[in-house]
């Protein structure tokens, strides 16, 4: 079976902290994803790899940046905190064919006080 | 670009009934389409997904899905609905040529006994 962990399941901060969300998958997937999940709005993706050191931009970036200096590991970097990144974030990998599965972790649930 | 549309934030149904979840679609490329579920704090979970095989999807706990390209479709079923059925539904859709997914908005069903 596929595992994907999280760092965390609930993590709370204050404003301006710089917060790390560690991501690890145990497939050799090339590629994971970072979402943001909100009540009412789905899921919103915010960076994705498809490789070591390899990222793209999702449709909400700003705020965020990411890292993936090994296959399994991802990791979201908030570099200052603010109040509206409090959130649900979810992490999820895939293998290479496009018709592979994502598969998604437990969740980190932040709050940003 | 592509977009999902979920009709009804929120379903209610009694147990033993029908469940029905609507998912429209829009996909400028020959689309591949998936149903997820979320169960409360835990991360998403794949029912099923069409890939461009067979219209006709099953899945996992007795749900399918019928993909209709007509009607930019993929509504989501189940005969007979189970109080463990209740949770959270996303509908996603990803193009042909990429490993992106864009999800609706989310549908959560209750079931009533």
């Known amino acids: 079976d596929v595992k994907v962990t999280q760092s965390s399941r609930y993590l709370v901060k204050r404003t301006g902290e710089k917060v790390f969300l560690e991501c690890v998958q145990d497939m050799d997937h090339e590629n994971m994803f970072w979402y943001r999940q909100d009540p009412g709005l789905g899921l919103r993706l915010i960076y994705f790899s498809y490789d070591v050191k390899m990222k793209e931009k999702g449709d909400i970036p700003e705020g965020y940046s990411v890292s993936r200096e090994k296959k399994e590991r991802f990791s979201l970097i908030l570099e200052s905190a603010s109040t509206n990144q409090t959130s649900m974030y979810l992490c999820?990998?895939?293998?290479?064919?496009?018709?592979?599965?994502?598969?998604f972790g437990p969740g980190t649930r932040l709050t940003v006080l | 670009a592509q977009s999902v549309t979920q009709l009804g934030s929120h379903v209610s149904v009694s147990e033993g009934a029908l469940v029905l979840l609507r998912c429209n679609y829009s996909?400028?490329?020959?689309?591949?389409l998936f149903w997820y579920v979320q169960y409360p704090n835990q991360g998403l979970q794949l029912l099923l997904k069409?890939?461009?095989?067979?219209?006709l999807v099953k899945g996992i706990n007795g749900f399918e899905a019928e993909f209709k390209k007509s009607e930019t479709s993929f509504h989501l079923t189940k005969p007979s609905a189970h109080m463990s059925d209740a949770a959270e539904y996303f509908c996603a859709v990803s193009g042909t040529y990429g490993n992106k997914l864009v999800f609706g908005a989310g549908t959560i069903l209750r079931v009533k006994s």
């Open positions: 069409y890939t461009s095989a067979a219209t």
């Open positions: 999820a990998s895939k293998g290479g064919r496009v018709t592979d599965t994502q598969y």
């Open positions: 996909s400028s490329v020959p689309p591949y």
